[in-house]
């Protein structure tokens, strides 16, 4: 008997999690509060490494269409001092396919494919029941119940709080993002600054790294410790003077990296915030989490990667069909904690270092991770 399954969420881990499902030929109901596809800008790019996001997509039997997606040169890095110095300059091999980039837009499209997402559908709660089967409150004051719902939405999750009562903590680190249009013919000199990836430079307590996505299109992101209530008086709506904001921050770095800043068109600030990394719950029957619903971690490269794999892997069991669908999911949460709890001890002590007192730490982190 085929188990009625719904995911809520339509970002990397929910799409692929109905993907695979869909390729076995399971039904799936995909519930996501945006109006449409393309309600909102889909972010920056990823990085999906070979044994996590791209382990995913070949489950999904969508690898060979990343690769002519994906590309292969973002991943070259570039780090510099403060005074513009290059301190490093790390160039992949023709052949390496490691981590290529992806842009967001271009992957959410690639999972969606044939799949029938019910848009403007925002879930408020989800409620498992005495008798089995859990219950899906949406906004509009419907509900609806399925055997199984899989909460895949997001840091702020409706869904979390039907197996866990913990909240994700901001990390002490503010991310401010803003973005570059048309570089190569608007501002060539940043451009080659940024090259075919990213550039990243690290002070005391503070960063700024770029990032090429496709088209043409840079995403800058300047990260800095604060309290959460600092920086709050301007909104993001202001860009002159978030600009002059971020300027007075980043004061004494040189000209052509403040350039980063100078031109850029637009601002949204995102406080880095994240879930223990010991996060577990004592499991609740019909119902689950995956990604940052289950184990929100720094923005490291590993969060989509690892949703997107558990997502694969939680299909892949579901599609099976055994008798015990409830076992399967308990089964599931253990493996995903083991390895989800390992990459969030990661990607901390990577803050850590990456956004710290000594720059240095940055530096030593990026000669391990990728030696010269």
Not at 162 to 184: C, H, I, K, Q
Not at 186 to 210: F, K, M, T
Not at 257 to 280: E, N
Request: aromatic share 4%.
């Amino acid at each position: 008997m085929r188990r009625r399954i719904a995911v809520v969420g339509a970002g990397p881990a929910g799409l692929t999690f109905a993907r695979v499902l869909h390729r076995h030929d399971h039904p799936v109901t995909v519930l996501e509060r945006d109006a449409a596809a393309d309600a909102r800008p889909p972010g920056g790019t990823l990085d999906l490494h070979e044994g996590l996001g791209q382990r995913a997509l070949a489950k999904a039997g969508l690898l060979a269409e990343f690769q002519v997606l994906s590309r292969p040169e973002g991943q070259a890095m570039r780090i510099l001092d403060v005074d513009g110095t290059v301190l490093r300059d790390w160039r992949p091999r023709p052949d390496e396919r490691a981590n290529p980039e992806i842009d967001r837009g271009q992957l959410r499209d690639l999972l969606l494919g044939p799949l029938d997402v019910r848009w403007g559908h925002g879930v408020t709660r989800a409620a498992p029941g005495s008798g089995g089967g859990t219950a899906v409150h949406f906004a509009d004051g419907r509900e609806e119940t399925f055997d199984l719902v899989v909460g895949a939405d997001g840091a702020w999750s409706r869904v979390r709080p039907a197996v866990s009562p913990v909240t994700p903590r901001y990390t002490g680190v503010t991310m401010v993002e803003s973005s570059l249009d048309d570089v190569d013919a608007r501002h060539p000199d940043l451009a080659r600054l940024v090259g075919d990836g990213s550039v990243a430079v690290h002070g005391v307590n503070r960063a700024l790294v770029a990032q090429r996505n496709s088209g043409g299109h840079v995403k800058v992101y300047a990260q800095f410790r604060a309290p959460l209530d600092r920086h709050t008086r301007v909104g993001p709506a202001d860009v002159e003077a978030v600009r002059s904001e971020l300027l007075t921050l980043f004061e004494g770095w040189a000209p052509h990296v403040l350039d980063l800043l100078r031109h850029g068109t637009a601002f949204a600030r995102h406080p880095l915030h994240a879930l223990p990394a010991s996060h577990t719950w004592a499991h609740v029957p019909g119902v689950t989490l995956l990604g940052d619903a289950a184990h929100l971690m720094p923005p490291l490269g590993a969060g989509a990667n690892l949703a997107m794999l558990e997502a694969a892997e939680l299909a892949e069991s579901v599609a099976a069909g055994p008798e015990d669908l409830d076992e399967s999911v308990r089964a599931f949460e253990q493996r995903m904690w083991a390895r989800a709890g390992r990459w969030a001890q990661i990607t901390t002590a990577g803050l850590e270092r990456l956004v710290s007192p000594d720059p240095r730490e940055a530096l030593a982190l990026f000669d391990r991770v990728q030696p010269s």
